[in-house]
T-cell receptor, first 115, second 110 residues
Framework: ETGVTQTPRHLVMGMTNKKSLKCEQHLGHNAMYWYKQSAKKPLELMFVYSLEERVENNSVPSRFSPECPNSSHLFLHLHTLQPEDSALYLC??????????????FGPGTRLTVL | GQQLNQSPQSMFIQEGEDVSMNCTSSSIFNTWLWYKQEPGEGPVLLIALYKAGELTSNGRLTAQFGITRKDSFLNISASIPSDVGIYFCAGDNYGQNFVFGPGTRLSVLP
């Protein structure tokens, strides 16, 4: 049983919709991450939060807007997405950011389809 | 940025066979990690390696941190059907360059 949960597990949205993905970690970790996993591509790191502060934004389009209200919760707000944004969005957490022991633990992901 | 290569890209094996896969990089890493991902799920951490030359086991899985720090290997002994999935390696340098490989897709034939 994973210590990182994500909701919803599946989401279908139109290009004009606004939706949010939610991630919650029950591991007492201080760092949280959003990844995008597309078919036949390695996992792409999107955002990193450490102690609720965004510390990395890897050239992600502004139609993706992250929010970290506390160290246990992470959101990804979506608006005016494109069909090529369809992918599995994975949330992960680790004990600390910029730590030698940086084992990341993943949630089950949200399968997003943009029509 | 840094990239990892994994080989083979995919493999089909008979149940009971041993499996070997590897991960290579042109750059050195201080940490190597191996994950397994099953359909519809997120990656699950299998083994973490922190020292060059280190050999670590987790049940039927054994992973090694290459002495050059540019590669890592994962072996699975006596494969079973539930070993099916995609195996990802990841390299890390104190959290600053956490990067995943493209994965090795494993299929186990009964």
């Amino acid at each position: 049983e994973t210590g990182v949960t994500q909701t919803p597990r599946h989401l279908v949205m139109g290009m004009t919709n606004k939706k949010s993905l939610k991630c919650e970690q029950h591991l007492g970790h201080n760092a949280m991450y959003w990844y995008k996993q597309s078919a036949k591509k390695p996992l792409e790191l999107m955002f990193v939060y450490s102690l609720e502060e965004r510390v990395e934004n890897n050239s992600v389009p502004s139609r993706f807007s992250p929010e970290c209200p506390n160290s246990s919760h992470l959101f990804l707000h979506l608006h005016t997405l494109q069909p090529e944004d369809s992918a599995l969005y994975l949330c992960a957490s680790s004990q600390e950011w910029l730590n030698f022991y940086n084992e990341q633990f993943f949630g089950p992901g949200t399968r997003l389809t943009v029509l | 940025g840094q990239q990892l290569n994994q080989s083979p890209q995919s493999m089909f094996i008979q149940e009971g066979e041993d499996v070997s896969m590897n991960c290579t990089s042109s750059s050195i890493f201080n940490t190597w990690l191996w994950y397994k991902q099953e359909p519809g799920e997120g990656p699950v951490l299998l083994i973490a390696l922190y020292k060059a030359g280190e050999l670590t086991s987790n049940g039927r899985l054994t992973a090694q941190f290459g002495i050059t720090r540019k590669d890592s290997f994962l072996n699975i002994s006596a494969s079973i059907p539930s070993d099916v999935g995609i195996y990802f390696c990841a390299g890390d340098n104190y959290g600053q360059n956490f990067v995943f490989g493209p994965g090795t897709r494993l299929s186990v034939l009964p």
